[in-house]
């Protein structure tokens, strides 16, 4: 889909923002187990949505999902899938990251 945005002029990779959202897992986990392990897990079982999207066109170029409980030991991962996209895309130039992923070691990896 990125490379049919590209071919049309939608998408040239350069600024990209990346973030994630936070969703509680809902899907019947009290009926295999008991109540009180269902309570005790409840606050683990939610999941960490990572999405890289360019600045300009507003596409989603990126995204896993892990279960992390905070982003900063995500923005690696992140980086990472951003290089696994085909170079007809174009290079990442830029990038922005809100201060849940702010670390010494992500602003030398982003660097």
């Known amino acids: ?4 945005a ?3 002029g939608l998408l040239e990779l350069g600024d990209v923002a990346i973030d994630g959202s936070k969703f509680k897992a809902n899907a019947s986990k009290h009926k295999v187990m ?5 309570c005790a897990l409840e606050d683990q ?3 960490n ?3 890289a ?3 300009d066109s507003h596409l989603i170029v990126g995204g896993y ?3 992390a409980t905070n982003d900063k030991q995500q923005l690696t991962p992140a980086l990472d899938a951003l290089k696994t996209l085909p170079e007809q895309l174009g290079d990442l130039k830029r990038m922005t990251a809100d201060n849940g992923y702010y670390s010494t070691g992500n602003i ?3 660097a």
């Open 45 to 47: 079982q939610a999941w």
């Open 49 to 51: 949505v990572q999405s």
């Open 6 to 8: 590209a071919e049309m």
């Open 65 to 67: 999902i892990c279960q």
């Open 34 to 38: 008991s109540w009180g392990r269902a």
């Open 1 to 4: 889909m990125l490379m049919v």
């Open 53 to 55: 999207v360019d600045m």
């Open 108 to 110: 030398d990896e982003a």
